[in-house]
């Protein structure tokens, strides 16, 4: 097949990374390649769609399409094939103006033996009825609706910012404008009006090769890239509409005036809520000025020196725990002000706050801190330069969709997106006017306001609806009509799993040797006093040094919370917190927080200075001064984070099985926001009656870890320290200069009696429910039994294994998962947004024990769990700072250098069925029967929870924070 009809234009990325754009002669197919070193090859093929209602199409059309395709008429099997060559299943997002499908694979063999079908899939699904029942929606022999997009929105639709962000959006455009609309679909719509017809009238106007883009990125043969495309394109000429409107082609109207709006929404704390002022910016195609904007509220928000942290978060008398702005990118660009945890005396006073005082006070030049706002724009060059470093495939990505997006074939603007460096440096010359002027220019247009109010009343009366709305259901349904619900579902779940893809198929597309990745290079050293040279000599610290070609130093201060008492556990994350945002000592001289925020925001921006990063490691650990005014302000913080995590089901549920499985008394219990709240609140009363005690606390606490030994891991290249006899550390003591070890996984218990491990929550913030139960396993990285436990979950929980199949190929919820966790010596099963957690979770119960007890595992489903376990350990090191903070971790696992991987991998090709059930199979039974169970769920359904767990203890959720002990 000739590739000559592509075209071909070279980009630098930040003149790191070279990226071609290939354009088709013959139609608008563009093809993008990163060359990317690593052992990653990763993909992104995109569609610009548009939605004019609240149906969900584009959500649900991103679901359909992975079912199977006219020419694989076979559900799931694109995922079956991508397991089967080195990768994890496939993946997609829906965003408002696009959606994505994502492939990743470790080396380019499997990625090119997938990419065709996947393609195939995309542009020629089979969109059935019966895939649209279990996928989409459905109505079961209860009454009661389900579909795995329809349990994924049910999460969403109460939750306070989804309501905010829902009206917002009704505000700011015209009725049926497809930035206005519900992407993922509202409920009552993928009820009434969602049809498998308007999916495929949706697919046939928007997924063709005139709308699509081919990202890849990583270290491949572009020749055969383009080969498979020019085959792909033959194929779908005839598909392409012939008469194809550019999406978003029109033009937004201004907001009219300033609109204020305030909606109850459902909530456990009537305390919280949340504000959103939004403002129409510049447009998509003026980089440069969205560029600005980002620097700008950077220079806004930004540490404790940043006007909104000091007007709104660290008061006295805090209006939010957080106050952020964001940019995005649309037409016309959408500015956004989000205020978190607002107390509800406060919620109608934000705006007007905000305006009066640190919008008037930033209108003139003097206003801004030029030195400051030079550092924030160096800092934002350096993390640009290190995702080109550790994220480049991401980084590529994103630039390249918005381009597809907005770009108008505009090579200049693909190349101002990609050379982000080049706009920086320019910024760095601005006066002060030019921040005032873009400031003004943004923020005095017209703007919507939406507040969020918290209402304990909605909670139960939403409830009540619903509870309503499916009795209605089931009535006029009758008991004919049920039956019949039932029977269709039946009917489609056996439709869509009864074709099953061919064997000849499954042996041509798998990855047949273990390829020899390309990883990223790391030699790790213990620097002793034959190791020390130059600027290394000066460590009296136990001190491991990670040598690889980085343009950056990274460094790694851990300490060991072994010897800390169980209230000094508590202290923790304040402390943890307070030490970035706090008065310190530097040079000798104490600095008020906002100084040293200045100081070290300019320090570090040049991360070649490794002195700086030494100094800064110690003025943080060691000469942070405790300030009882600061104090308050970060503990207030971090009770507020704690009641907005209160709203979501995951998170609860997520500290409640920690809670259930750890000591009480451990680091890992504790280290929690949820958990905290009572403590943090009563932290903040002692800063005003006994401020010396709250200080003397953190002070002991800061003593013990400090005497515990301060380790130091340095991931660089060392070769460029050049300066001798650098005075660092000289104030820490030489005797502790030792390596410790952390006893991993000695803080999970399995002790107490099972209705004190058995518990649910009711969560009004939360439609959908969770589920997570963990049992002790005792084995962690280095046991025999680790890979024939991995191998396990890995075969249950696979894209399209057993359990994808049984629960959420029924649409009983979103996901379920089985995991191990070697460090902790543990396996949790989780099942996430269901739908019907008491079927969901019997379903994975029948499945787990039928396949351990039938003593048998399909060999195709194994191979696949063996490639995709692979991928999932090998994709921890995609970029070299992930590769140098698990070869930090391995210090603790005891599983040294790279080589421990090679082998577990090799171990892992190698492993039999017989080894993986007689050994793994003993361990993971014991899930269901010695366990800790945590459920969050909406509290109208815990009686059913609880009817059915015959054992379960019903908890508030303000039973997960430990009272405070002084």
Not at 494 to 511: H, M, R
Request: hydrophobic share 35%.
């Amino acid at each position: 097949m000739s590739i000559k009809n592509w075209t071909r234009t070279i980009f630098k990325f930040n003149d790191l990374v070279e990226v071609s754009l290939y354009r088709s002669s013959r139609t608008r197919l563009q093809v993008a390649v990163g060359n990317v070193p690593g052992p990653m090859v990763k993909g992104v093929i995109s569609f610009v769609t548009e939605a004019d209602n609240n149906d969900g199409l584009p959500h649900t059309l991103e679901h359909l399409v992975f079912m199977g395709s006219k020419k694989y008429p076979y559900k799931g099997v694109l995922d079956i094939i991508a397991n089967r060559c080195l990768a994890s299943g496939t993946n997609a997002w829906t965003d408002q103006d696009h959606t994505a499908y994502t492939l990743s694979t470790v080396g380019s063999e499997g990625f090119f033996k997938v990419l065709p079908i996947y393609l195939n899939h995309l542009l020629d699904p089979s969109l059935t009825n019966e895939q649209f029942l279990t996928e989409v929606h459905h109505i079961n022999g209860q009454g009661e609706d389900g579909g795995v997009v329809y349990s994924e929105m049910q999460d969403h639709e109460s939750e306070m910012e989804t309501i905010v962000h829902v009206k917002a959006q009704r505000l700011l455009y015209p009725e049926n404008n497809p930035y206005g609309v519900n992407t993922g679909g509202e409920l009552k719509y993928l009820r009434e009006t969602c049809s498998i017809d308007k999916c495929r009238d949706y697919h046939k106007k928007f997924y063709h090769l005139q709308n699509m883009l081919v990202s890849v990125a990583g270290t491949f043969e572009h020749e055969r890239l383009l080969e498979i495309m020019s085959q792909i394109e033959e194929s779908y000429l005839e598909k392409i509409p012939s008469a194809f409107a550019q999406p978003f082609s029109f033009t937004l109207p201004p907001i009219a005036q300033n609109q204020e709006v305030y909606i109850p929404c459902p909530a456990d704390d009537p305390t919280r809520g949340i504000v959103e002022i939004h403002w129409f910016g510049p447009n998509s195609d003026e980089h440069e000025v969205v560029t600005a904007l980002h620097i700008l509220f950077d220079y806004m928000e930004n540490t404790a020196v940043s006007p909104l942290q000091k007007d709104f978060v660290l008061i006295s008398d805090p209006f939010a725990s957080n106050a952020t702005f964001s940019v995005n990118e649309q037409k016309s660009c959408v500015i956004t002000l989000s205020f978190q945890n607002v107390p509800s005396n406060k919620i109608r006073e934000v705006a007007k706050k905000f305006f009066d005082k640190t919008y008037n006070d930033h209108l003139v030049d003097d206003a801004f801190d030029l030195p400051r706002m030079n550092d924030i724009i160096e800092q934002h060059i350096l993390s640009t330069l290190a995702k080109a470093e550790n994220k480049p495939h991401d980084a590529i990505f994103g630039h390249l969709i918005g381009h597809q997006l907005y770009g108008e074939n505009r090579d200049d603007l693909l190349l101002k997106r990609l050379d982000e460096i080049a706009t920086l440096r320019r910024l760095k010359k601005e006066d002060a006017s030019f921040w005032v002027n873009l400031w003004k220019k943004h923020l005095s247009q017209p703007y919507v306001l939406v507040g969020g109010l918290p209402d304990e009343k909605l909670v139960d009366e939403i409830a009540d609806k619903e509870t309503q709305r499916i009795d209605e259901q089931k009535k006029k349904l009758g008991s004919d009509g049920l039956k019949q619900k039932e029977k269709d579902l039946n009917d489609a779940t056996k439709k869509n799993t009864e074709s099953k893809p061919p064997q000849v198929l499954l042996d041509e597309l798998i990855v047949q040797q273990l390829e020899k990745f390309a990883r990223f290079k790391i030699d790790s050293l213990e620097v002793s006093k034959e190791t020390q040279k130059g600027d290394l000599e000066k460590f009296p610290l136990a001190t491991m040094l990670h040598l690889t070609e980085s343009k950056f130093f990274q460094m790694y201060l851990l300490l060991d919370t072994l010897k800390l008492s169980d209230e000094q556990k508590k202290w923790l994350m304040l402390f943890t917190e307070l030490m970035f945002d706090s008065p310190a000592y530097v040079d000798g001289q104490l600095w008020s927080a906002e100084d040293v925020a200045k100081m070290f925001t300019k320090d570090l921006v040049d991360s070649a200075r490794f002195s700086n990063l030494a100094k800064w490691g110690e003025i943080f650990t060691k000469g942070i001064h405790y300030d009882a005014k600061r104090i308050k302000m970060i503990a207030q913080r971090l009770a507020s984070l704690a009641r907005e995590s209160k709203r979501d089901g995951v998170e609860v549920a997520s500290s409640l099985i920690a809670s259930l499985c750890y000591e009480k008394g451990s680091t890992t219990s504790l280290y929690d926001t949820i958990v905290l709240e009572k403590f943090h609140e009563r932290v903040v009363e002692l800063c005003d009656s006994n401020p010396d005690l709250v200080a003397s606390k953190l002070s002991e606490l800061r003593s013990v870890l400090l005497d515990g030994g301060v380790n130091i891991h340095l991931v660089g290249d060392t070769s460029t320290l050049k300066t001798p006899n650098l005075p660092i550390w000289e104030s820490f003591k030489k005797d502790n200069a030792s390596f410790f070890k952390v006893p991993m996984g000695e803080s999970v218990i399995c002790g107490k009696q099972p209705e004190e491990r058995n518990v649910v929550i009711g969560v009004g913030g939360s439609e959908s429910s969770f589920i997570y139960q963990t049992a002790v396993t005792g084995v962690d990285w280095l046991s025999p039994e680790l890979v024939p436990i991995m191998l396990l979950t890995q075969y249950l929980s696979q894209t399209e294994g057993p359990l994808w199949r049984a629960v959420r190929g029924d649409g009983l919820a979103y996901g379920a998962n089985i995991y191990t966790k070697p460090d902790r010596k543990t396996v949790t099963l989780s099942l996430y947004r269901c739908a019907d957690p008491v079927k969901a979770y019997e379903r994975t119960k029948e499945v787990v024990e039928g396949a351990i007890a039938a003593g048998k595992l399909d060999k195709n489903e194994f191979e696949a769990a063996k490639r995709s376990l692979i991928f999932e350990l090998i994709q921890k090191e995609d970029g070299i700072s992930n590769s140098a903070r698990e070869r930090i971790l391995g210090q603790f696992r005891g599983t040294g250098d790279a080589k421990f991987i090679n082998d577990l991998c090799a171990k892992i090709w190698d492993a039999s069925v017989k080894d993986v059930l007689d050994i793994g199979g003993p361990i993971i039974s014991k899930l269901f029967k010695d366990y800790s169970r945590a459920v969050t769920i909406h509290p109208s359904k815990v009686k059913n929870i609880r009817k059915h767990f015959g054992n379960i203890v019903e908890r508030p959720i303000s039973s997960l924070s430990v009272k405070p002990d002084f």
